[in-house]
């Protein structure tokens, strides 16, 4: 079973308004963390936000914010005012485990979802 | 947060040969992984660089093919060893300090001939 599940190949959002894309995960692990990264054409990865299981609150950074739904494993990047500079492949990915296990800190990722911001 | 830095940014090899990517990050940190990214897909993590000791393997992944360094708690080397054109990929080294960071080096395009 897939354990990162991104079901948007491609969205597409006009500039100024506001995107949400999918992440749902599925673990048995009680401590884990959702990590959000853009890769631009360019290839980088870049990080974004990150969420932790144990967190009360959704993660904020900037216009990034991180709508987490434990029940339902769902951790959706929300993108308020797009921009064009936007425009990018969007990985969610998560890290299992507690610190000092052995494969503690690698990251699954989900498969992708490219955003198109439309001026 | 840490700076990543890989050498070379890309290269283009013939089939048979072996490169080797060094990535540098500008503090010490605990955890360095080495990932592939295949063309149009996503990533794929192929082992843990442990300080001291030798790498731990993804499934899928061998050392005799993906050798790996970890001399220090700054400095690590993958090498693609024997190249076939299915190796061309993009591979990205990654490291934090923490548990709620992981932050990636800007990646090394190989193309294999």
């Known amino acids: 079973a897939q354990k990162i599940t991104q079901t948007q190949p491609g969205m597409f959002v006009q500039e100024k308004e506001a995107v949400t894309l999918d992440c749902t995960y599925d673990t048995s692990d009680p401590s884990y963390g959702l990590f959000w990264y853009k890769q631009p054409s360019s290839g980088e990865m870049i990080f974004l936000i990150y969420q932790g299981s144990y967190d009360q609150q959704n993660a904020t950074e900037g216009r990034y914010s991180l709508n987490f739904q434990k029940a339902r494993k769902s951790a959706n990047l929300v993108i308020s005012a797009s921009q064009l500079g936007d425009s990018a492949m969007y990985f969610c990915?998560?890290?299992?485990?507690?610190?000092?296990?052995?494969?503690?800190?690698?990251?699954?990722f989900g498969q992708g979802t490219i955003l198109t911001v439309h001026p | 947060s840490a700076v990543i830095s890989q050498k070379p940014s890309r290269d283009i090899c013939q089939r048979g040969t072996s490169l080797t990517i060094q990535c540098q990050v500008d503090s010490q940190v605990t955890m360095m992984f080495w990932y592939r990214q295949q063309p149009g897909q996503s990533l794929t993590l192929i082992a843990t660089a442990n300080q001291g000791s030798e790498a731990t393997y993804e499934s899928g992944f061998v050392i005799d093919k993906f050798p790996i360094s970890r001399p220090n708690l700054t400095f690590s080397t993958l090498t693609v060893s024997n190249m076939s054109p299915e190796d061309s990929s993009i591979y990205l080294c990654?490291?934090?300090?923490?548990?709620?960071?992981?932050?990636f080096g800007p990646g090394t395009r190989l193309t294999v001939l």
């Open positions: 990915a998560m890290r299992e485990g507690s610190a000092g296990g052995t494969s503690y800190g690698k990251l699954t």
């Open positions: 990654s490291a934090g300090h923490a548990y709620n960071e992981q932050f």
